[in-house]
């Protein structure tokens, strides 16, 4: 691999890794919620996993990370705070970017009131074991 790639690649993976380590060290009260229902139901997950999108060439232009990763599923679960209401358009983006450069990932979004919807859960939790 060309040394400007792998160099490249270099910074990039540390950026990637620095922004996953600060959303680990601070997570927001929704990803807590999830945290905790994922670990209270036994769920296997990484949190704030790192998806690396590369071109032909091998150079990584883009990163995605990802709220929780179950790998025994091969999902993603995003949670949308009130952020996420103004930029739908964004996280759909985001969606596509994953499913066309990790075929077979499914993405799922929760938000606030989908955590406290019971039926919402349950099919989560169903679709997780």
Known sequence: MDTRIRNHNREVIYSAESRAMEMKTFPSKLE???????????????????????????????????DFYIPGKNIIIEVDGKFHDKHKQHDRMRTMLIQDNYPGIEVLRYKWKDMSNKRKMDDLLYKLV
């Open 32 to 66: 807590e919620m999830m945290q905790k229902f994922l670990s209270i139901h036994g769920i296997d997950y990484e949190c704030q996993k790192i998806f690396y999108i590369k071109d032909i060439n091998g150079w990584i232009i883009r990163y995605y990370i990802a």
